[in-house]
């Protein structure tokens, strides 16, 4: 084959690899389409077409039914795919999104518990508790990381509590409770008595949380308790839920 003839062919598949990206990413076309170009990507099975395979959970299809379709396909074919062909352009792709319900699911599918904190450190690292004007990846992500069994999550999930959306905070006590690792035991009850801390709901979570994992609480029991006094109590180190 001649140079020429090289690079012409070259150059029909960046333009047919670009075509493909165009129509699987755009949310006004129509479903066959959008699915042809999606199959088409993952033949392709490039690190740019499967970046473009995880761009399809980033928008929503106006007829649900084709929307999940396309949503279920991507996910079945990214999640058959090994760690070192998956997990940089799933990197770089949850890395923009703003939501990552779906590509945090593909990491479970594709990575071991390692290669899967080290995405999530990288994760919380780039979406700190800081005030964002969306917070809802932060939600997503602080309730994934409640998936996992490990207690070094629960270090990624303590700096959340003090986070100043209360729907993250909320998120955050949730997975900690979940985890039921004593790691999360100084963060929840750090929440709990915060006198600056005003939501009831999240306060009433984290009292129930405590109570049901019996944790000793040592010398901060009693303050733990009187936070709700008419809903718990203090009993041998231990936050106890009144009348449950």
Known sequence: MSLRELLSREGRAERALRNHIKAATNKDAQHEDR???????????????IYALFSRFGFVYDKTISDEAEK??????????????????????LKRAESIAWPLRILDRVAELDQRIDVL?????????DYTRDPSKKVQLVHHCGDEKDPRVALLLAPYMA???EGVRFAAAESLIRLGHQTAKAALLEAL??????????????????????????????????????EAKAEGGRLVRKGG
């Not at 999606?38 to 077409?49: P, Q, V, Y």
């Not at 979570?205 to 008419?230: F, H, T, Y």
């Open 35 to 49: 699915f042809r170009a999606l199959e088409k990507l993952h033949e392709d099975g490039s690190e740019d077409a």
């Open 163 to 165: 986070d100043i959306d």
């Open 121 to 129: 450190r990288e994760l919380c690292e780039q979406n700190p508790p």
């Open 193 to 230: 008595v915060r006198p600056e801390e005003e939501s009831l709901r999240l306060k009433r979570r984290i009292m129930e949380g405590l109570a049901q994992l019996k944790w000793d609480l040592g010398e901060r029991v009693d303050a733990a308790a009187a936070v709700l006094p008419d």
């Open 72 to 93: 279920e396909y991507v996910f079945d074919v990214l999640s058959r795919l090994p760690p070192e062909r998956a997990l940089a352009p799933l990197r770089r792709y």
